[in-house]
């Protein structure tokens, strides 16, 4: 398990927080696969592989956005920071982070689509 978290890069939880939406569009498929394992396997091991596959995805997602939307990514974070990690007191920040990781990140799975 300890090799799900060697990757070059480690984000926060409030860094994570900020970019969850855009995680969850982009890595929805790999999130519902390993749900469904875990529902399926109470041992850790039987989902390892679905376990890489969703954190690679996020981590992906997050260097993507992150390098391309640094300004906004960082003025949602620090909100988030000083407003006790409440999404709803960033709602400007978050948008404005949201509104360039559209022009970066890949197209929502189909299920997400409104």
């Known amino acids: 398990m300890a090799e799900l978290l060697n990757h070059d890069k480690s984000y926060s939880g409030t860094q994570l927080l900020a970019a969850s939406r855009i995680i969850d569009r982009a890595c929805f498929s790999s999130s519902i696969a390993y749900v469904a394992c875990k529902a399926r396997n109470p041992d850790p091991e039987a989902c390892i592989i679905l376990a890489k596959q969703l954190t690679g995805c996020a981590n992906g997602m997050l260097a993507i ?17 000083s407003k ?9 920040e978050l948008t404005a982070f949201e509104k360039c990781a559209a022009t970066v990140s890949p197209s929502p799975s189909p299920s997400l689509k409104k």
């Open 84 to 92: 006790n990690q409440d999404l709803s007191r960033c709602r400007p």
């Open 65 to 81: 956005v992150t390098k391309s939307c640094t300004e906004d990514f960082e003025k949602v974070t620090s909100c988030l920071y």
